[in-house]
C-alpha cells in the first residue's frame, strides 16, 4: 500500500481515513462567506436578522497515533468580520479538539461500509464582545460512514448531535443535529477529484434557524503529500450562508511508516 494525502478538506464531511500512524497532516486554507448575522434587540425584544461578510483562516492539524485513529485539532486562528453597516472586527475564531476513530473497515464487494466516530469538545476561544464567537463550550460527536459505490465514486455519511451553550442562559444548552453527504468522483485528469455535498444543521441558539447548503468543488492531489482544494458552498434555505468560497492545501508530514511501501 503506498502512501498518499487523504484530505478531509474542503467540504464538511470527513471519511472514516485516518492519518497514518507517526504522521501530521496539515490542512488550511482560506473562507470568504457572506453569512447571516442574528442579534437579540432586548430594548424591542426581537430578533434582528442582518448580514455579515466574513474572512477566515482555516486550519486542521491531524495527528495519526494508530493504525485506526488519530488525535486532531480544528480551528479559525484568524477572523475578519464585516456587517452591513461597516462595522468590522477582527481576532481569533474558535477552536476544536477532537479524535477520530475508525473501528469497522469497509468489505471489498460487499455492503459492509466502514465505521467511525469524532467525539469533540470546541474551545470557545473566539471574542464574544467582537460577536466571533458565543464565549461557550461545546461537545458532541459524529457518526462517520464511508463507502466505495462502484463506477470509481465514493460516499462518506457523517450524523452528529452536539450540545450547544446558549448566550444569555447560563447553564443552558440546545441539541444540534447534523447530516451530511458527500459523493465523489474521480475526473480524465490523473490526481483530480470533483465532489458535490449536501448538509444540514438544526437551529444553534434560540433566535436562529436551520441550516440547508450545499458545496461542489475539486480536489487535486498533485503528489503523493500534496493536495489543493477549492468549492463553492451555496445556501438552500434556513440560516445558511449565502455563499462561502474556499480554497487550501493539504501537507502529509513525516517518515513513512514501516508498514507502507516508500515514496
Given at each position: 500500500m503506498a502512501l498518499e494525502v487523504s484530505t478531509d478538506r474542503?467540504?464538511?464531511?470527513?471519511?472514516?481515513?485516518?492519518v497514518p500512524p507517526g504522521?501530521?497532516?496539515i490542512e488550511t486554507g482560506l473562507v470568504s462567506s457572506r453569512q447571516p448575522k442574528v442579534t437579540l434587540d432586548e430594548t424591542a425584544g426581537r430578533t434582528v436578522r442582518a448580514r455579515s461578510d466574513r474572512l477566515a483562516i482555516e486550519a486542521t492539524v491531524r495527528w495519526g497515533i494508530l493504525p485506526w485513529a488519530e488525535l486532531r485539532l480544528d480551528g479559525q486562528p484568524f477572523v475578519r468580520e464585516r456587517s452591513s453597516e461597516g462595522e468590522a472586527s477582527s481576532g481569533q475564531g474558535d477552536f476544536t479538539v477532537s479524535g477520530k476513530f475508525r473501528f469497522l473497515d469497509e468489505q471489498e464487494r460487499h455492503w459492509r461500509p466502514s465505521l467511525g466516530l469524532i467525539p469533540f469538545v470546541k474551545i470557545p476561544t473566539a471574542s464574544s464582545t467582537k460577536e466571533l464567537g458565543t464565549g461557550l463550550a461545546d461537545f458532541g460527536a459524529v457518526l462517520l460512514v464511508s463507502k466505495d459505490l462502484g463506477?470509481?465514486?465514493?460516499?462518506?455519511?457523517?450524523?452528529?448531535?452536539?450540545?450547544?451553550?446558549?448566550?444569555r442562559d447560563p447553564g443552558g444548552m440546545i441539541f444540534r443535529n447534523t447530516a451530511s453527504l458527500s459523493i465523489v468522483s474521480p475526473l480524465p485528469l490523473k490526481g483530480l477529484a470533483t465532489f458535490w455535498e449536501i448538509f444540514y444543521s438544526s437551529r444553534e441558539a434560540p433566535a436562529t434557524r436551520h441550516i440547508l447548503g450545499t458545496n461542489v468543488g475539486l480536489i487535486y492531489t498533485i503528489h503523493p503529500r500534496v493536495?489543493?482544494?477549492?468549492?463553492?458552498?451555496?445556501?438552500l434555505g434556513g440560516d445558511a450562508n449565502d455563499y462561502a468560497i474556499r480554497g487550501g492545501i493539504t501537507l502529509l508530514l513525516g517518515p513513512v511508516p514501516d508498514s507502507l511501501d516508500k515514496l
Open positions: 474542503p467540504d464538511f464531511t470527513n471519511s472514516t481515513a485516518t504522521l501530521v497532516q463506477w470509481d465514486l465514493h460516499a462518506d455519511l457523517n450524523i452528529g448531535l452536539a450540545g450547544i451553550g446558549v448566550e493536495a489543493l482544494d477549492a468549492a463553492l458552498e451555496v445556501g
